[in-house]
């Protein structure tokens, strides 16, 4: 009794398929696990057309994700860049910054109250300067709102005299730039995952109805068998 226990016949000899599971090799139990894992890509009699489409969709996934996403990021990141800065050096060349005088509220704001712009409130008012061998000039342009008549402020100024938001500075386009290869990376992701989820639903059906064709194939001779 000790003997078969111990996987050996009663005359000595051991018993080959009484060998327990911690006693086979350990190359043979990794080489199951990769057979077990990679079922659907080798013939087999389970495997199916719908395993392997779904085994090799788990692959141009994989690839997608790890590799097509982030060029795609990238390659949106770095035209988004190269707009920014061209927009930046447009910006720099139509838009000037001068030193002007607060001369009081503009008559068009009224009592309106403060405009918060950036950080800080501000409201429009009238402002004045004088240009090199040029006479006084006038124009609207929003202050701070702790700005009183007569103190000087730096106001920009288009090309046609409009007062402008200053321009983009380099933070603002790496900002931008870096949005637009996060959101774009994502998105090439998740269309990535959308279609992978709606191959693995086509796959199940189709497997449900190769399983069902098989077995409406193989029932009957069980049935026979055990009749």
Request: with cysteine; hydrophobic share 45%.
């Amino acid at each position: 009794m000790w003997a078969l226990a111990r996987g050996a016949e009663p005359g000595g000899v051991s018993c080959p398929a009484a060998r327990r599971p911690s006693d086979r090799p350990a190359g043979e139990e990794v080489d199951m696990r990769t057979r077990v894992r990679g079922w659907r890509r080798r013939p087999n009699p389970l495997r199916r057309r719908s395993d392997v489409v779904e085994a090799w969709t788990v692959l141009a996934v994989a690839v997608l994700l790890f590799v097509g996403a982030p060029l795609v990021g990238a390659f949106t990141a770095w035209w988004a860049h190269g707009e920014a800065r061209a927009l930046a050096a447009e910006q720099r060349d139509d838009r000037r910054l001068i030193r002007a005088e607060v001369v009081g509220r503009a008559a068009a704001s009224g009592s309106l109250p403060s405009v918060q712009t950036g950080t800080q409130y501000s409201y429009r008012a009238t402002v004045r300067w004088t240009e090199p061998g040029e006479a006084l000039r006038t124009a609207t342009a929003r202050v701070p709102s702790s700005t009183r008549a007569g103190e000087k402020v730096d106001v920009w100024l288009d090309s046609r005299g409009r007062n402008v938001p200053p321009p983009v500075d380099g933070a603002a386009v790496w900002q931008h730039a870096i949005t637009f290869g996060v959101c774009s990376a994502g998105g090439t992701a998740a269309v990535v995952l959308c279609a992978h989820w709606a191959v693995r639903q086509a796959a199940m059906r189709h497997r449900l109805a190769e399983w069902e064709e098989a077995w409406a194939r193989t029932e009957p001779q069980w049935t026979h068998r055990r009749a």
